[in-house]
């Protein structure tokens, strides 16, 4: 990584990496609004056992960028939190009765 010379330089890559993690984000939210239709029940939207899996991943993920484990954990569990709370409203909305 390219040391930045001014925080100004700092801010620009920030803004050109979120140019690309709002469109991924995206769409990672289209493939959680579709999970809402593939669940029996409201209760199984959180899924506690694929939350463990994908963190395990992510924190061998950023192990191999040399990012700090710990802080991806964190990023996850309050993006999944975040997603977790849109695909409640998600299948409340497709199945208002169960
Ligand atoms: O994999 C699922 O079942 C999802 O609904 C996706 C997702 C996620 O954001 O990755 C969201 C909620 C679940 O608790 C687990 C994972």
């Known amino acids: 990584m ?3 010379k001014s925080l100004a330089e700092v801010r620009e890559n920030i803004d050109r990496l979120d140019r690309r ?3 991924l984000l995206a769409e990672r939210a289209g493939y959680v609004e579709q ?3 593939f669940k029996a029940t409201k209760a199984a939207v959180v899924d506690p056992a694929r939350i463990e899996e994908i963190i395990l991943k992510v924190r ?3 192990v ?3 990012m700090e484990p710990d802080l991806v954990e964190h990023i996850y569990r309050s993006m999944i939190e975040a997603f977790i709370v849109f695909e409640a409203k998600v299948y409340r909305k497709i199945k ?3």
């Open 64 to 66: 191999e960028e040399g």
């Open 96 to 98: 208002p009765e169960g």
């Open 21 to 23: 993690i709002v469109p």
């Open 35 to 37: 999970a809402a239709g």
């Open 2 to 4: 390219p040391e930045c």
């Open 60 to 62: 061998h993920m950023a």
